[in-house]
C-alpha cells in the first residue's frame, strides 16, 4: 500500500546505517524469554517482572505500548518491538531520554513509520526487507538477517525471542481469550 512503501522509504537512511536483527540469532539459545504486552494479564503480573534477578534469569521482550509503563515501574525490558504504520507511535517514546534505554535496544520492521525510529533514543536494529534491498540495489543492500514479519507488535516479539533462540517462551499481557 501507499502508506507501506511511504514508511519503507521513510526508514531507508535507517535501514541503510543501522544493525540488522542477523547478530542476534540463535545468541540466546535455551534461555527463557518473557513477552510482555498491554493485555489485561499484565496488571495483575507486573510485580512479577520486577522481582529481583528477572533480568537475569530472562530475556525480556516488550511491544512498544508497555514501554514506559514497564521502566516507571524499573522493569528493564531487553528489546522492545515496534513494527507500527501510523506516527501517532511515536509518542511511545515521548520524553525518554537515551540514559533511560541504555540497555534496551528497539527492534523494527522497515514498514513501520519512521517517527518511531526518530523516537527512540537508544540502539535500534532493523529487520531485512527485501523491497527495500531491491530499492537499494546489490550494492548498497546488506545483510541485516530475516525475522518472520509480525502480524501485530506482539507477534513480532514472540518471533523475535523465536529468532534468538529463547525457549520457552513466555507470554505476559498477551491475552487471547
Not at 500500500?1 to 514508511?7: A, G, H, K
Not at 540463535?26 to 528477572?54: E, H, Y
Not at 513501520?112 to 530499492?135: C, H, K, M, S, T
Amino acid at each position: 500500500s501507499e502508506v507501506t512503501l511511504t514508511n519503507l522509504l521513510g526508514n531507508i537512511e535507517a535501514y541503510a546505517s543501522r544493525e540488522g536483527v542477523g547478530a542476534l540469532a540463535g545468541v540466546q539459545r535455551g534461555k527463557p524469554a518473557i513477552v510482555v504486552s498491554a493485555g489485561p494479564s499484565l496488571a495483575r503480573n507486573i510485580d512479577l517482572l520486577a522481582m529481583p534477578g528477572i533480568r537475569e534469569r530472562f530475556v525480556i521482550i516488550a511491544t512498544q505500548t508497555v514501554l514506559k509503563p514497564l521502566l516507571s515501574r524499573g522493569i528493564r525490558p531487553h528489546f522492545v518491538t515496534a513494527l507500527d504504520y501510523h506516527e501517532i507511535s511515536a509518542r511511545f517514546y515521548e520524553g525518554l531520554e537515551a540514559r533511560d534505554v541504555e540497555d534496551v535496544t528497539l527492534v523494527v520492521e522497515a514498514k513501520a513509520n519512521p517517527a518511531i525510529i526518530r523516537a527512540f533514543p537508544g540502539r535500534v536494529r532493523l529487520a531485512q526487507d527485501p523491497w527495500l534491498d531491491e530499492v537499494m540495489g546489490a550494492g548498497l543492500a546488506r545483510p541485516l538477517g530475516r525475522i518472520a514479519p509480525g502480524a501485530t507488535v506482539a507477534h513480532l516479539a514472540y518471533y523475535l525471542a523465536r529468532h534468538m533462540g529463547c525457549d520457552p517462551v513466555v507470554l505476559v499481557g498477551q491475552d487471547l481469550g
